[in-house]
C-alpha cells in the first residue's frame, strides 16, 4: 500500500482505497502509472495528461531493451554459424594436410626399372595406419564441438542464473503487498473500534450531563471533554450554560435599567436635535434645506407637513415663470399633488397660446408686406398692412408709415431694399372667442445704394404686433449692435 495522490483532485489517498474521501472518484484498480514519466492517472484516459504518452506505446527505454535482446539474439546465431564454419575448416585443412604428405611422399617422376619393385612394396597398405587416420580426423571434429557446446553452455548457465535472481525478487514483492495489505485491513478495523468507542464515551458524557443542567461544572466537564462532539450536542449544552449564567448574573436586571435609561436619554436628545432642525427648515422656505431634513429624519413626525411645504414651493416657483416647463416639472415631483389638476390646465392654455407654423407663417408675411411697400415707395401699401393711427418708432424718433418711409430715403440715396431674416419669434394671446393678437420679434437687413458710397448693407432688430383683423399695430426698428 503507497499513499499517492488522487488524479482528479490531488488529494492524499491510498493506493488501495475504494474511493477518494475528497471527490469520490475510483481508487483501486482504476489508476495506472505512465510508463514514460511515472504520473498517476485514471485507465479510462489512456493517454498520459503529463507528458501525452498512449499507453499502448513502447517507451524509448523499452525500445532500447528490446533491440538490445535482438542484437543479442542476432550476434549468438552468428557466433553458432562461426563455430560450424570453424568445424568445416579444421575438416578442411586436416584433409589438405593429408593430400601434402601424399604428395611429399610419392616421387614427381617413375623410374620404369624400379616400377615393378617400388609397386609391390607399396601396394601393400598398411590397415593399422588407415585406422590411425581415421581417428585423428574423428578427434579434430569432437575438439570442436565439444569448444561449441560449452559456450552454448555457459550462456545457458547465465541466462538460468538471471532467471533464478528474477524469480525470489518477483516472490519478495508479491510478500511485500500481502502485508501492506493486511496491515491496512488490521489499521482499518482498529480505527472503526476507536471510533465506536469514543462515540460511545461521548454518548454517556452528554446523557450525564443532561441530568445536571444546573450544575455548570458538570456542563463545562462534558464541553472539554468532547471538543468534536456532534454539533447538536454542543449547541444543547452551550444553551443550558448560557440559562445558567443568566440565572447567577444578578447585575443583568440593573444593567438592563441602566440601559433603558440611557437609551430615553438619547431619544429625548434626537427628538431635541430633529425639533430645532425643523424649525430652521421650515423658516428657511428653501425646497432643498426641507428635502435634506427629511433625508436626515425619514421618520419625523412632522414629514407630512414637510412634503406639503416643498409642494407649495414648487407651484408658487411654476406660477411665477408660467411656461409649460415649469408646470411639468411640478406634476413630475407632485403627480398626486393639490395642484396636479390646476397644472394641467396651465399647460392646456399654454399649449393653445403657442404660435402654431400657420401663425407664424401669417405674421411674417403680413410683415414683409409692410417692408416690401417701403421698398417700393407704395404708400398704399403701407396703409393696407397697417391699422389707423399706428405710429413707427425709429431712431428715437416716432412717426406715421408714411413719415417713416419718407425720413429713411435720404436725398443721396438711389435705392433700397429690405430683407426680413428667418429667425421670427411669435407668441400669441386670446382676445376674444376665437381670436388672437400676436407679438413678433425679428431681423432684418438694409441695402442702401447711394450716390458717391456706392452699396453698404445694415442689420436691424425688429419688433411688432398684429391684432385679430391682421393688421400691425405698433413696429419697432432699431440698429443691432
Known amino acids: 500500500m503507497a499513499i499517492i495522490k ?45 507528458c501525452h504518452f498512449d499507453a499502448d506505446e513502447e517507451t524509448e527505454e523499452e525500445k532500447n531493451k528490446k533491440n538490445t535482446e535482438q542484437e543479442k539474439v542476432t550476434k549468438e546465431q552468428t557466433n553458432d554459424g562461426t563455430e560450424t564454419d570453424t568445424l568445416e ?12 604428405e601424399d604428395e611429399a611422399e610419392g616421387p614427381a617422376f617413375i623410374d620404369d626399372d624400379n616400377f615393378n619393385d617400388e609397386l609391390e612394396e607399396e601396394d601393400v597398405i598398411d590397415p593399422n595406419t588407415e585406422e590411425e587416420n581415421e581417428a585423428i580426423e574423428t578427434e579434430q571434429i569432437n575438439t570442436v564441438k565439444s569448444e561449441s557446446d560449452n559456450g552454448d553452455e555457459e550462456n545457458n548457465n547465465d541466462s538460468d542464473a538471471e532467471n533464478k535472481d528474477e524469480k525470489p525478487m518477483s516472490g519478495r514483492t508479491s510478500a511485500l503487498i500481502i502485508s501492506f495489505v493486511i496491515a491496512a485491513i488490521l489499521c482499518a478495523v482498529l480505527f472503526y473500534f476507536y471510533k465506536d468507542a469514543n462515540d460511545q464515551r461521548e454518548q454517556k458524557d452528554f446523557e450525564k450531563a443532561l441530568k445536571s443542567p444546573d450544575d455548570p461544572m458538570a456542563l463545562q466537564t462534558y464541553l472539554d471533554n468532547n471538543k468534536n462532539a456532534p454539533r447538536e450536542h454542543l449547541d444543547s449544552i452551550y444553551s443550558l450554560l448560557e440559562k445558567q449564567q443568566k440565572k447567577y448574573n444578578p447585575n443583568d436586571t440593573l444593567n438592563k435599567k441602566t440601559n433603558a435609561n440611557d437609551k430615553d436619554k438619547e431619544k429625548k436628545a434626537e427628538e431635541n436635535s430633529e425639533e430645532l432642525d425643523w424649525q430652521a427648515a421650515s423658516q428657511s422656505k428653501n425646497t432643498q434645506a426641507l428635502k435634506g431634513f427629511l433625508a436626515k429624519y425619514p421618520q419625523t413626525t412632522h414629514k407630512k407637513e414637510v412634503e406639503d411645504l416643498i409642494e407649495a414651493l414648487d407651484w408658487g416657483a411654476a406660477g411665477m415663470s408660467n411656461t409649460i416647463e415649469a408646470y411639468k416639472s411640478y406634476l413630475t415631483a407632485h403627480p398626486e399633488g393639490k395642484h396636479a389638476e390646476e397644472a394641467k390646465e396651465k399647460i392646456k392654455s399654454l399649449n393653445a397660446l403657442q404660435a402654431k407654423p400657420e401663425d407664424v407663417e401669417k405674421v411674417r408675411s403680413q410683415f414683409s408686406s409692410f417692408f416690401r411697400g417701403i421698398n417700393a415707395k ?23 408709415p408714411a413719415q417713416y418711409m419718407t425720413d429713411i430715403y435720404q436725398a443721396d440715396i438711389t435705392n433700397m431694399l429690405w430683407r426680413l431674416n428667418n ?17 413678433a420679434n425679428f431681423t432684418a437687413t438694409q441695402e442702401v445704394t447711394r450716390k458717391e458710397q456706392g452699396k453698404s448693407t445694415l442689420k436691424y432688430v425688429v419688433s411688432g404686433r398684429l391684432n385679430a383683423d391682421g393688421k400691425i399695430t405698433s413696429l419697432s426698428v432699431s440698429r443691432a449692435n
Open 89 to 100: 575448416n579444421a575438416i578442411n585443412e586436416t584433409q589438405d594436410d593429408e593430400d601434402n
Open 378 to 400: 407704395d404708400k398704399g401699401r403701407l396703409q393696407s398692412t397697417t391699422s389707423a393711427g399706428m405710429n413707427v418708432n425709429y431712431s428715437g424718433k416716432s412717426g406715421s
Open 423 to 439: 429667425d421670427f419669434k411669435v407668441t400669441k394671446r386670446q382676445v376674444g372667442e376665437g381670436k388672437y393678437e400676436y407679438t
Open 6 to 50: 488522487c488524479p482528479e483532485c490531488g488529494h492524499q489517498v491510498s493506493d488501495k482505497a475504494p474511493l477518494c474521501p475528497s471527490c469520490g472518484i475510483h481508487i483501486a484498480g482504476n489508476v495506472i502509472r505512465c510508463r514514460n514519466c511515472g504520473y498517476l492517472y485514471l485507465k479510462d484516459e489512456h493517454i498520459c495528461p503529463n
